[in-house]
């Protein structure tokens, strides 16, 4: 069902509903910083899905004249979660989201954790002999590319090789201007290609500001492909520091941690193995059931 555009679909999304729908057991909201209010206009049951809070990246997203904008959808979001929405369920997709919620008032009781999952990944292609670095992900602001395209020009020099961003979104033709030697943007890829690269790519860099988990964290895993990122929420929750990546507490812990995977294969590899083995439980099969019990309890518990 399609609503309009990036902003007019919030605004149509009850006409649009109640035109193409109408009626059923359970309707799922998914709270990407601006909601739906569905329990507003909705008669029966609902279920709202949290990725991630957004708070500080409203900040971020509308800065200098737009300041007025980020204030007002950081309360709108607050608002809707903790205030228009006092009762149902909502399901965040990891524990540093869960707390995002609890600290906007949100009852503990009220919150179930389901976990993104990854499908099997198939037969594995090769890795690359050469240094190949992996970022993957919309590229807009909070994803900070920019940033790290600043730390290549610090670890080129060490690693050699290539860094690669597979992606699209409104901030590509800034980052490709900022991009130095080595640096290869994509865009979209297909399924075939995004798997071919997980599985070549010597590391996977997320420098994200936030995640509600960092899907493509679980994704690398499942190839056997570690991840340096930041230690921030959702993130950690998807790479155990010292384990299936590194976890970086700033600019020149990345970088170091880049350059130290990169130039050890025997660390590489045992990171990358313990990050297959986590990544298996994490299927989409397990998913889907755990949301299915969560999604039959908001029903249960729903009082007209």
Same mark, same amino acid.
């Given at each position: 069902?399609?609503?309009?555009?990036?902003?007019?679909?919030?605004?149509?999304?009850?006409?649009?509903?109640?035109?193409?729908?109408?009626?059923?057991?359970?309707?799922?909201?998914?709270?990407?910083?601006?909601?739906?209010?569905?329990?507003?206009?909705?008669?029966?049951?609902?279920?709202?899905?949290?990725?991630?809070?957004?708070?500080?990246?409203?900040?971020?997203?509308?800065?200098?004249?737009?300041?007025?904008?980020?204030?007002?959808?950081?309360?709108?979001?607050?608002?809707?979660?903790?205030?228009?929405?006092?009762? @149902?369920?909502?399901? !965040?997709? =990891? *524990?540093?989201?869960?707390?995002?919620?609890?600290?906007?008032? &949100? $009852?503990?009781? +009220? #919150?179930?954790?389901?976990?993104?999952?990854?499908?099997?990944? @198939?037969?594995?292609? !090769?890795? =690359? *002999?050469?240094?190949?670095?992996?970022?993957?992900?919309?590229? &807009? $602001?909070?994803? +900070? #590319?920019?940033?790290?395209?600043?730390?290549?020009?610090?670890?080129?020099?060490?690693?050699?090789?290539?860094?690669?961003?597979?992606?699209?979104?409104?901030?590509?033709?800034?980052?490709?201007?900022?991009?130095?030697?080595?640096?290869?943007?994509?865009?979209?890829?297909?399924?075939?290609?995004?798997?071919?690269?997980?599985?070549?790519?010597?590391?996977?860099?997320?420098?994200?500001?936030?995640?509600?988990?960092?899907?493509?964290?679980?994704?690398?895993?499942?190839?056997?492909?570690?991840?340096?990122?930041?230690?921030?929420?959702?993130?950690?929750?998807?790479?155990?520091?010292?384990?299936?990546?590194?976890?970086?507490?700033?600019?020149?812990?990345?970088?170091?941690?880049?350059?130290?995977?990169?130039?050890?294969?025997?660390?590489?590899?045992?990171?990358?193995?313990?990050?297959?083995?986590?990544?298996?439980?994490?299927?989409?099969?397990?998913?889907?059931?755990?949301?299915?019990?969560?999604?039959?309890?908001?029903?249960?518990?729903?009082?007209?």
């Amino acid at each position: 069902m399609s609503a309009g555009g990036d902003l007019g679909h919030y605004l149509r999304a009850r006409s649009t509903f109640q035109r193409q729908v109408g009626d059923c057991d359970l309707l799922v909201e998914v709270c990407n910083g601006m909601p739906y209010l569905a329990p507003l206009w909705h008669r029966g049951p609902t279920l709202c899905l949290v990725n991630h809070v957004h708070t500080d990246l409203w900040r971020m997203r509308f800065g200098g004249p737009l300041a007025p904008a980020a204030r007002l959808g950081r309360r709108l979001e607050h608002w809707a979660l903790a205030g228009a929405r006092r009762h @149902g369920l909502l399901v !965040a997709v =990891s *524990p540093s989201t869960a707390q995002a919620l609890r600290a906007l008032g &949100v $009852e503990r009781e +009220r #919150i179930r954790i389901v976990h993104n999952g990854v499908e099997e990944p @198939g037969p594995p292609a !090769a890795r =690359s *002999p050469e240094p190949l670095f992996l970022a993957m992900g919309r590229l &807009v $602001e909070y994803k +900070r #590319i920019d940033l790290l395209l600043r730390l290549w020009e610090r670890v080129r020099p060490v690693t050699g090789g290539r860094l690669v961003i597979v992606g699209d979104g409104p901030e590509r033709a800034r980052l490709q201007r900022l991009a130095g030697p080595g640096v290869e943007f994509t865009g979209h890829v297909s399924e075939a290609e995004k798997h071919r690269l997980l599985c070549a790519a010597w590391l996977l860099l997320h420098p994200s500001a936030v995640e509600g988990w960092g899907l493509v964290v679980t994704e690398a895993a499942a190839r056997g492909t570690p991840a340096v990122a930041f230690d921030v929420p959702g993130l950690r929750d998807s790479v155990v520091d010292g384990e299936t990546g590194l976890l970086a507490r700033g600019e020149s812990s990345f970088a170091a941690a880049w350059c130290t995977l990169a130039l050890s294969a025997e660390r590489r590899a045992l990171l990358g193995r313990a990050a297959g083995e986590r990544a298996a439980r994490y299927r989409w099969s397990r998913t889907v059931r755990q949301f299915r019990a969560v999604a039959a309890e908001a029903v249960r518990g729903w009082t007209p």
